[in-house]
């Protein structure tokens, strides 16, 4: 399983972005894809998931809204499309994979870094 996620930059408050993961080597029909977020000395934080088959999508409840999840399945990327992007969504973003029955998301991609400036 390969993820790989791209997207990240520096943008001013109020801006928005758009992250890509590119998704390889599982069966797209039985796993969801997820998003995650590290702000500097915080825990990594739930933002948003997608199961490509059929497209259900979960959000945390504080960002959505703003940001909003959505799957190709021809080009095989997830996308996660932010908005009204403030100092606080600076974070590095990882995506990551898991059968969609499990809890645990078992594989990740490497992250991407969001910087919100003023």
């Known amino acids: 399983v390969q993820l790989q996620a791209s997207g990240g930059g520096l943008v001013q408050t109020g801006g928005s972005l758009r992250l890509s993961c590119v998704a390889s080597?599982?069966?797209?029909?039985?796993?969801?894809t997820g998003w995650f977020r590290q702000a500097p000395g915080k825990e990594r934080e739930f933002v948003a998931s997608?199961?490509?088959?059929?497209?259900?999508?979960a959000y945390s409840d504080s960002l959505k809204g703003r940001f909003t999840i959505s799957r190709d399945s021809a080009k095989k990327t997830v996308y996660l499309q932010m908005n009204s992007l403030s100092l606080e969504d600076t974070a590095v973003y990882y995506c990551?994979?898991?059968?969609?029955?499990?809890?645990?998301?078992?594989?990740w991609g490497q992250g991407t870094l969001v910087t919100v400036s003023s």
């Open positions: 997608i199961r490509w088959s059929p497209s259900i999508t």
């Open positions: 990551a994979a898991k059968f969609f029955q499990s809890s645990n998301y078992n594989y």
């Open positions: 080597g599982f069966n797209f029909d039985d796993y969801a």
